[in-house]
């Protein structure tokens, strides 16, 4: 991993940060900076992999990027999380960080008239350390193939549907954290072996400490605590929804893409088929945070 | 009448001094206590930012940890100064740095006119308030409390517990009864005065010195030996959270704020310009009206609820109750038949119709769900994979509830299901189960298979269905349960189906007049014989006759009288 271009001399004691690792995505990264800027990230953490579509490029000149790149493999480095958790023991130590994929979009408690910033400060007050945000697949009305997407769109418009209420949630007692699966993905690939359904739980967002690290992706962390984002005496805590706009036109190219390179889960690549509709009658379309509040996804917590 | 304000401060000073410029410029003196904490630059730089207002001073700095005397100091050194230097003051209003003025100062000193001599501060006996940090009400006025609750909270429960061992007792000085209340209040200059000049000032500071959080007891027990008339309550609109933590305001809670017509709130975050902006617009409405923090109130509480109880039966990935402390297993009530679609071949249409809830197949059937129409998929995109469901039942049961939360569930149970839930759903308050034992045998009766293996089929079902009713018959289950053995039913099974159709819809009360079509059970006595005969014995079916006839001598058995 090398430094393209490194502006994190400019970062100040209170800023948000957010760290990302992707590959060939130029297309969606337009959309992802705008997004994230708006509700509040001052400075952007990329690990490019090895693209060869611009996306480096692009990245370098925005001036609050700082950019490493790398040709190494990502499955050997553990899906990119070792590049990760380098880059957050260097630079995020006493700061928020918040780490999504670019085809993640964070929705809090109050995201359409609170900045990130009121989260953050809130959770500090409460000396809450982490934030969980599980991963809700947004899938467009019909064909995926016919969902085409264009240079600084919201992806959302496109792939606007959702699984409102299918999840199946269980604990893992050594982490402690919830594994959460279902949504559209177990519901159409994996109906036949669920338990290889993907993880949905995901806790992206956390007053980083040097001696913290993401074990699984964003799945869960060390210490455990970190991972405690549930209340099992039955209250709500606070938590957000990851969108997850993944299914839309690039996906047929990705997936042969990917599936050939066996690097990314490899097996959940290989179980969609090439034109599939996640639509059914039931899908939510997505209205605001407050929908998914109501659903039951996310909870405002004690944060009024 | 002038009131003057004392503003405690210790972060985001530049709202502090955009707060303490209003109030200055409407011609209240302001005295402002900075945390001695606070390093110089921000210090000097507040001075500088009030420098041209000649009623702006500030006091002495002391170091104001939460719950330490510091912050007690610092108000009793604020208070002296604002009694010193501005004779003309007969209110002092104690607020905060993240205070912010609701309304305008001439407002405030008209409600204040209008009810003269009175102080405004929160003043509630140990013994009837049910707030308290920590859970220490009356101990905090006669134990020892060296170490911070915050940071050392081992040592300081430990400390407590050995005082309450051994019996320690602290003496509260004479004429002082504890009373608690918050921190925000407004006091008249008289009885300020009587407080700080008080004869026994130094007995009083030295005793509250060592109390547990005194910035919440020290006024709040003086007046009471002060004041001629206190109103119990503050003037500053101020709510705390479970944790004790100040609930804060932001810019979406501007129409809240402004309909509350309280005069001070707090906390305001300092990142919500909308709310400085509007609030201290120079040209504030007058309006007479009493503040009215209800609504906001009502939200708070609202908020505490979620977090303390949860939304029953919701299961995700913030709340993730443990066994017994769900605060309701499942969202609604439900109701799962079992042997009554055995019974009565069009009993699942027939339920709809009388009560209008939703009636599903066997929701757990062994080769896929069996929803209401046969769908593929229900509400909330629930898939009819048996597998699926099969893999996390509870948490598809528990999705179905709160997915189609607002029209009730029923669906159909039997031995030969997935009977993963069968503790679950007993155990819930929610669950009415129903029962017609036995009945299972009727379609393996009709099933045509060779005897042997409908003999070996009864016996494997029986055994499960024995093994449910003996759960349900336990002593902790929490659902409704009825059971009937199939030729008790049979004799009568007007009485139980009128039961249950009024149970589900007790609005609709509805009056069956005639049974659903049964099925025809003519030669199953024999079969059960035949059972006995083969060395099987049916045991839930109860005394079933071996002619099939119930009620013999009547040719309609299941009119109602």
């Known amino acids: ?304 | 009448m002038t009131v003057g304000f004392i503003m405690l401060c210790h972060t985001a000073f530049d709202r502090a001094a955009q707060v303490a410029r209003y109030w200055a410029e409407a011609g209240s003196p302001v005295v402002i206590h900075v945390d001695a904490s606070v390093k110089a630059q921000p210090f000097q730089r507040l001075e500088s930012q009030l420098e041209d207002l000649a009623n702006v001073r500030f006091s002495d700095r002391f170091a104001c940890e939460w719950g330490s005397w510091g912050l007690v100091a610092a108000t009793q050194g604020a208070a002296t100064l604002m009694l010193r230097d501005f004779a003309q003051v007969d209110h002092i209003f104690l607020a905060s740095g993240s205070c912010l003025p609701l309304r305008p100062v001439a407002d405030l000193e008209a409600y204040l006119d209008a009810r003269p001599g009175t102080d405004f501060i929160e003043s509630v006996t140990t013994e009837d308030v049910g707030w308290t940090v920590g859970g220490l009400d009356r101990e905090r006025f006669t134990l020892r409390f060296p170490f911070s609750w915050r940071s050392q909270r081992a040592l300081f429960d430990g400390y407590v517990r050995l005082q309450r061992r051994v019996g320690f007792s602290r003496r509260i000085p004479a004429g002082i009864e504890p009373h608690l209340g918050s921190q925000w209040w407004c006091l008249t200059r008289d009885t300020l005065a009587a407080i700080l000049n008080s004869p026994d000032r130094q007995a009083h500071d030295a005793y509250f010195r060592r109390v547990w959080i005194p910035d919440e007891s020290y006024f709040q027990s003086l007046v009471r030996r002060y004041s001629g008339k206190i109103e119990s309550r503050s003037l500053t609109l101020s709510k705390f959270d479970f944790q004790g933590k100040p609930h804060i305001f932001y810019d979406d809670h501007l129409g809240l704020l402004r309909r509350s017509d309280c005069f001070v709130a707090r906390k305001i975050w300092p990142h919500a310009g909308q709310l400085y902006k509007t609030f201290l617009a120079p040209d504030g409405k007058r309006v007479m009206a009493e503040p009215n923090p209800g609504r906001i109130d009502k939200l708070f509480s609202k908020a505490v609820d979620r977090r303390v109880n949860g939304r029953p039966g919701l299961y995700m990935q913030s709340r993730f109750p443990d066994r017994e402390f769900e605060n309701g297993r499942t969202a609604a009530p439900y109701s799962t038949f079992q042997g009554f679609a055995e019974v009565f071949p069009e009993f699942q249409t027939w339920l709809g119709r009388m009560t209008g809830a939703l009636v599903h197949g066997h929701l757990f059937a062994p080769d896929r769900v069996h929803f209401a129409g046969g769908d593929a998929v229900f509400h909330g995109g629930l898939s009819d994979s048996a597998r699926l469901r099969d893999y996390n039942p509870r948490s598809f049961l528990t999705s179905l509830l709160w997915n189609a939360r607002g029209e009730r569930q029923c669906f159909q149970t039997g031995p030969a299901d997935n009977q993963a839930l069968n503790e679950f759903m007993a155990g819930d308050v929610n669950a009415q189960i129903s029962v017609v034992s036995g009945a299972f045998a009727l379609p393996l009766f009709r099933s045509g298979l060779p005897f042997a293996e409908v003999r070996k089929e009864v016996a494997r079902l029986q055994k499960i269905e024995a093994a449910h009713l003996a759960l349900l018959r336990a002593s902790w289950v929490k659902a409704r349960v009825r059971i009937w053995p199939l030729a008790e039913f049979l004799e009568n099974p007007m009485d139980p189906l009128q039961t249950i159709v009024e149970e589900i819809a007790p609005r609709l009360r509805p009056r069956l007049t005639e049974v659903p079509r049964m099925a025809d059970f003519s030669g199953f006595g024999r079969f059960l014989q035949d059972l006995r005969n083969q060395g099987m014995q049916p045991t839930l079916m109860g005394d079933y006759p071996a002619s099939d006839d119930f009620n013999p001598g009547r040719d309609r058995p299941f009119l109602v009288s």
């Open chain 1, 1 to 304: 991993m090398r430094p393209v271009v490194d502006r994190t001399s400019d970062i100040r004691r209170p800023d948000i940060l957010l760290f990302c690792t992707l590959r060939n995505e130029r297309i969606r990264l337009p959309w992802f900076l705008d997004f994230y800027r708006k509700i509040g990230v001052n400075h952007f953490f990329f690990v490019d992999n090895d693209s060869g579509d611009g996306g480096r490029e692009y990245l370098a000149e925005q001036p609050d990027v700082s950019l490493w790149t790398t040709k190494a493999s990502y499955a050997r480095s553990r899906f990119g999380v070792d590049w990760l958790n380098l880059l957050l023991r260097r630079h995020a130590h006493g700061h928020w960080a918040l780490t999504v994929d670019v085809d993640e979009f964070l929705v809090y408690p109050f995201s359409d008239t609170r900045p990130l910033r009121a989260l953050t400060d809130w959770l500090d007050t409460c000396a809450i350390r982490s934030l969980g945000a599980m991963m809700v697949d947004m899938y467009p009305k019909g064909r995926i193939a016919d969902a085409r997407y264009s240079e600084g769109q919201n992806p959302l418009e496109i792939a606007s549907w959702f699984d409102g209420g299918n999840y199946q949630i269980s604990r893992n007692p050594d982490l402690r954290n919830l594994w959460i699966q279902g949504g559209p993905r177990a519901r159409m690939f994996f109906a036949a072996d669920p338990w290889k359904a993907p993880a949905l739980n995901k806790v992206p967002l956390v007053k980083w400490h040097r001696n913290y690290a993401y074990v699984s992706s964003t799945h869960m962390l060390l210490p455990r605590g970190l991972n405690q984002v549930y209340d099992g005496g039955g209250g709500e805590k606070a938590s957000g929804c990851l969108l997850h706009a993944k299914f839309i036109d690039t996906f047929g190219e990705k997936t042969a893409e990917e599936a050939s390179r066996q690097q990314h889960y490899g097996r959940e690549y290989a179980a969609y088929d090439t034109e599939p509709v996640l639509w059914t009658r039931w899908s939510e379309q997505y209205v605001n945070w407050r929908q998914l509040e109501m659903l039951g996804l996310m909870s405002k917590g004690n944060w009024a």
